[in-house]
C-alpha cells in the first residue's frame, strides 16, 4: 500500500482526498500557494509545503516545484484531484519517471484522449461510435456542404484540438457553411493554437450523460454508473444526478458496456469517465475524461463505492475491491455545484471574498464536500468551487425535496453564491419530469427573478451580538437603522452607507440626528467598517487627515450600487486597510480614525 500521497491541489478536491488517505492510514502531504497559506486542505493535511506564487501558473501548475516538494517530503504518490494537471501527461511521465506512483491513469491513455479526433477514432476502433461525422479534418468548406447534404442538416463544426465547446458551430444551412467553417478554424486557432476542424450531424436536443468507469492494472475493468448533467450553463455543470432519469436498463448496460470497451481500447487503468450525448434513444461517443470528476460524489452515493479509495488501491498495485457483478446501484443521487457566483439576473458574476458565515446543511443523506469554512477567502485567482452539496433519496422525488430542503438550510454569508438558481433549477418542472436538455438553462429557464441570497451575518457563526445604529442613505434619503453585530466587532464605529435602492437593511427608517447618538460613539475603536460585502472602488482620505463625523471615507461597490461609508466620529485617519478593488466583506475595517 502506498506511505504518503502528496494532493497536487487545493480547494475542495484536495480535502477530499486527505480524508480518504486518513481513513486507510496513509500520510498527507499539502502543497499550497501564498494565498492558500491557512486553507482548510493545509490545515486538514499531515504535512504543507509552500509552492510560493499567487496564481495557478506560478504554484500549482509549477512542475518544478512539486517535484521539490516529492523530494523533501519523501511522498511515494502524487494525486492530481481534477483541472490543474490531472489531464497533463508531461506531468503524469514526469511523477513516472521518478519512481513516484501517479494516482491516474497511464500518460499514453491521456494522450490518446487528449483530442478529439484521436479520442474518436480509438472510440470507433472499439466499436463505439461517436455522432455520425468525418474523423479527417476539413479542407474546405464544400465538405461541409457535402456532409450536411447527406446526413442532414443542423450539422455541428467542431474543433479537433478543442473542448468545451468553444470553437463549435452550428451550420443550419448549405448557405451558413462557408462563414461558419472561416469562423470556426479561426476560433480554434485563437482558443488552441490549432485550427484543425472537423464535422458531425447537430443533436438539437440531447443529454448529456457521462459513464463512469475504473480499472486496475489485473485487466480488470468496470462500468460503476451513470451521471446525467445535462443542467449546465455555457458548459458550467450546474447540477449533476445518478442513476439519470427516464433512462432505460437497458440503454445504461449498453453504455457501460461501451465505456468499458473504450477503456480497454486505450490500456486505462484507475478511474475515469467516457462521455455520451443521449436523444431520441441513441447514444454517442462524445470524449474521455482520464481523471476523477468533480461529480463523482453522486456515483459514491448510489453505488457505495469510495472512488478516491479505490484509486489509491489501485494505484498501489492492488485489484479492485468489487467486481461488475457485485456493484449494486441503489437510490437516487443529487450534487450542486455551490460556487462564489452571483446568479442575480442570471449573469453569474463571480464573487470571491471572505465568508463570514458557513453553516452546511446536514441530516439525513446529506453530504457537503466543501473546500472552506467560515472565516476563510474565496479567491479571484482560483475556480470559485465553494465545495458541493450532494443528496440521496430512496428515489428522484426524494432526492429533489431533501437537496431543496438542504439548499434551505444552507447558510452562507459574506460572498454571493449560485444557491438561489441551484434552487430555481430544482423546483422547476422541466427540471423535476426531466424534460431539460443540456441547452435548458440557457435556453429555457428563467432567472430573472432570482437574486443573491441576502446576506444578513444577523444570527452567523452564534457569537453574541449587540445593536448599533448605522445612518445609511438611500435614494439621496438618509435613514438610521439598527445593525446587529459579533461583539467582537461591537467596538468598530460602524460606518453609514448609502445603501441600493432596494431600500437596504430591513427595517430603514428616517435618520435621527447624531446627537441623538447611534454608532459606536466617540468611545468606539474609531474603526470604519463597512456593512455589506462589496469592492472598495474609491479612497477618498489620506493617513494623518483630519474628518469630521459624516465625512465619506471611502466608496464601496455593493448590490450594483455605489455606497459612501462615512466616519461616524470626527478625528484623525490613523490607518487605511484597502484600496481600490479590494473586496470586503460585511463588517471589515476599511479605515481606522483616533
Ligand atoms: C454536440 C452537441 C450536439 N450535437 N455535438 C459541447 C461541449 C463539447 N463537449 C461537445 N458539446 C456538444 N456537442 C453534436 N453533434 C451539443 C453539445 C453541447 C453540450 C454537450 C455536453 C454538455 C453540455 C453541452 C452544452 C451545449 C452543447
Known amino acids: 500500500m ?49 509552492l510560493g506564487g499567487q496564481t495557478a501558473a506560478e504554484s500549482y ?42 494516482i491516474g491513469p497511464p500518460p499514453e491513455a491521456i494522450e490518446v484522449m487528449g483530442d478529439k479526433v484521436s479520442s474518436r477514432k480509438a472510440a470507433e476502433a472499439a466499436g463505439v461510435a461517436g455522432v455520425p461525422g468525418t474523423t479527417e479534418f476539413l479542407t474546405d468548406a464544400s465538405e461541409v456542404i457535402a456532409f450536411g447534404e447527406q446526413h442532414g442538416w443542423p450539422v455541428a463544426i467542431k474543433a479537433a484540438y478543442g473542448g468545451g465547446g468553444r470553437g463549435m458551430r452550428v451550420v443550419r444551412s448549405a448557405e451558413e457553411a462557408p462563414d461558419a467553417f472561416e469562423s470556426a478554424k479561426s476560433e480554434a486557432l485563437k482558443g488552441f493554437g490549432r485550427d484543425e476542424c472537423y464535422v458531425e450531424r447537430y443533436l438539437t436536443w440531447p443529454r448529456h450523460i457521462e459513464m463512469q468507469i475504473i480499472g486496475d492494472t489485473h485487466g480488470n475493468c468496470v462500468w460503476v454508473a451513470e451521471r446525467d448533467c445535462s443542467a449546465q450553463r455555457r458548459h458550467q455543470k450546474l447540477v449533476e444526478e445518478s442513476p439519470a ?128 469554512e467560515s472565516g476563510d477567502t474565496v479567491s479571484q485567482f482560483y475556480d470559485n468551487l465553494v465545495g458541493k452539496l450532494i443528496c440521496w433519496g430512496e428515489d428522484r422525488p426524494t432526492a429533489i425535496r431533501r437537496t431543496l430542503r438542504a439548499l434551505r438550510e444552507f447558510r452562507i454569508e459574506g ?133 469630521e463625523a459624516g465625512a465619506t471615507v471611502c466608496v464601496l461597490e455593493a448590490m450594483k450600487m455605489e455606497n459612501n461609508i462615512t466616519a461616524e466620529k470626527a478625528g484623525t485617519v490613523k490607518e487605511i486597510k484597502v484600496a481600490p478593488g479590494d473586496s470586503v466583506g460585511s463588517g471589515d475595517v476599511v479605515v481606522v480614525i483616533e
Open 245 to 372: 432519469p427516464a433512462f432505460p436498463a437497458e440503454i445504461r448496460q449498453a453504455m457501460g458496456d461501451a465505456a468499458v470497451k473504450v477503456a480497454k481500447a486505450c490500456g486505462y487503468v484507475n478511474a475515469g469517465t467516457v462521455e455520451f450525448l443521449y436523444q431520441d434513444g441513441e447514444f454517442y461517443f462524445l470524449e474521455m475524461n482520464t481523471r476523477l470528476q468533480v461529480e463523482h460524489p453522486v456515483t459514491e452515493m448510489v453505488s457505495g463505492i469510495d472512488l478516491v479509495a479505490e484509486q489509491i488501491r489501485v494505484a498501489a498495485g492492488e485489484p479492485l475491491s468489487f467486481t461488475q457483478d457485485s456493484i449494486e446501484l441503489s437510490g437516487h443521487a443529487i450534487e450542486i455545484r455551490i460556487n462564489a457566483e452571483n446568479p442575480a439576473e442570471g449573469k453569474f458574476l463571480p464573487s470571491p471574498g471572505h465568508i463570514t458565515t458557513l453553516v452546511p446543511p446536514a441530516g439525513f443523506g446529506t453530504r457537503w464536500d466543501g473546500g472552506y
Open 2 to 50: 502506498l506511505n504518503k500521497v502528496l494532493i497536487a491541489n487545493r480547494g475542495e478536491i484536495a480535502v477530499r482526498v486527505i480524508r480518504a488517505c486518513q481513513e486507510m492510514g496513509i500520510a498527507t502531504v499539502a502543497v499550497y500557494s501564498d494565498l492558500d497559506r491557512d486553507a482548510l486542505h493545509v490545515r486538514l493535511a499531515d504535512e504543507a509545503y509552500a
Open 415 to 547: 460572498i454571493a453564491t449560485t444557491i438561489p438558481a441551484d434552487i430555481a433549477i430544482l423546483e422547476h418542472a422541466d427540471f423535476q419530469e426531466a424534460r431539460h436538455s443540456t441547452k435548458w438553462v440557457e435556453d429555457t429557464l428563467d432567472l430573472t427573478g432570482v437574486a443573491a441570497a441576502p446576506s444578513t451575518g444577523a444570527e452567523g457563526d452564534g457569537e453574541a451580538r449587540v445593536q448599533r445604529d448605522v445612518d445609511v442613505e438611500v435614494n439621496g434619503k438618509r435613514f438610521a437603522v439598527k445593525v446587529f453585530v459579533p461583539e467582537s466587532q461591537a467596538g468598530a464605529v460602524v460606518a453609514a452607507g448609502a445603501v441600493g435602492a432596494s431600500g437596504g437593511a430591513a427595517g430603514a427608517r428616517p435618520r435621527r440626528s447624531a446627537a441623538s447618538g447611534g454608532g459606536a460613539g466617540a468611545g468606539g475603536s474609531g474603526a470604519v467598517t463597512v456593512p455589506m460585502q462589496g469592492t472598495i472602488v474609491k479612497v477618498l482620505v489620506e493617513v494623518g487627515q483630519d474628518v
Open 61 to 102: 501548475l509549477n512542475t518544478e516545484a512539486i517535484l521539490d516538494v516529492i523530494s523533501r517530503s519523501g511522498a511515494d504518490a502524487v494525486h492530481p484531484g481534477y483541472g490543474f494537471f490531472s489531464e497533463n501527461t508531461d506531468f503524469a511521465r514526469a511523477i513516472t519517471e521518478i519512481g513516484v506512483k501517479f
